[in-house]
């Protein structure tokens, strides 16, 4: 790791954001939003109802990731660092579904929800962070919590963290929900006579 977790979550390297591998893999990751409502429209078009997790969670990481990538945020890099690793995983799980292994795959949706959770309290921590450094760092030392550029974490605004935070939360509290609906409190249908 070439840098520490203070430096990560909270110096802004625009050499690295926007030019740098780095970059180039931030900027297709903010490009990549948009083909992610391909599902969505799919789902439109064969006239299924849209769950609102899928509507909330595409709209708003669109829009989000949009605004992160434009005002340039250290913690937008983990954020999407932990979410190419999760897609990595779920894009693979969807291609061996649809390629003919749906039954053989199927036993790791569970965990791949579960990574998902992971990723939404990874993100949820490093914004914490960073909020943490602006109210309880930056302000005691006269340093404004609004402050973007200077202070203790100058990498990230703090609305820019407090917004990944909240949405960062929400998307918690859905996922959490599916997770708990599918596989912890699942409804089993009762065995009929001779199964």
């Known amino acids: 790791m070439k840098y520490g977790i203070h430096d990560t979550f909270c110096t802004f390297r625009p050499e690295e954001f926007y030019t740098t591998e780095i970059g180039t893999a931030l900027g297709l990751f903010t490009m990549s939003k948009l083909p992610e409502f391909g599902d969505t429209v799919f789902l ?9 997790l899928q ?15 434009e005002q340039g945020s250290s913690i937008f890099i983990t954020a999407a660092a932990y979410n190419y690793f999760v897609h990595t995983i779920m894009y693979m799980y969807f291609a061996l579904a649809e390629a003919g292994f749906k039954e053989e795959v199927k036993p790791l949706a569970m965990y791949i929800t579960a990574l ?4 939404m309290m990874g993100v949820m921590w490093s914004s914490s962070y960073v909020i943490y450094q602006k109210y309880f760092v930056d302000l005691p030392n006269g340093v ?21 935070f909240c949405i960062y939360t929400f998307f918690l ?3 959490g929900e599916m997770f708990f609906k599918n596989y912890v409190f699942k409804k ?8």
């Open 44 to 52: 439109l078009l064969l006239g299924k109802k849209l769950p609102f």
């Open 55 to 69: 509507f909330f969670h595409h709209t708003s990481m669109f829009l989000f990731v949009w605004f992160a990538y």
């Open 116 to 119: 998902q959770l992971i990723q």
């Open 144 to 164: 404004a919590h609004d402050a973007y550029g200077v202070g203790a974490c100058p990498g990230t605004s703090l609305y820019n963290a407090r917004l990944q």
């Open 173 to 175: 509290y859905l996922f």
């Open 188 to 195: 089993t249908r009762p065995l009929k006579s001779g199964e």
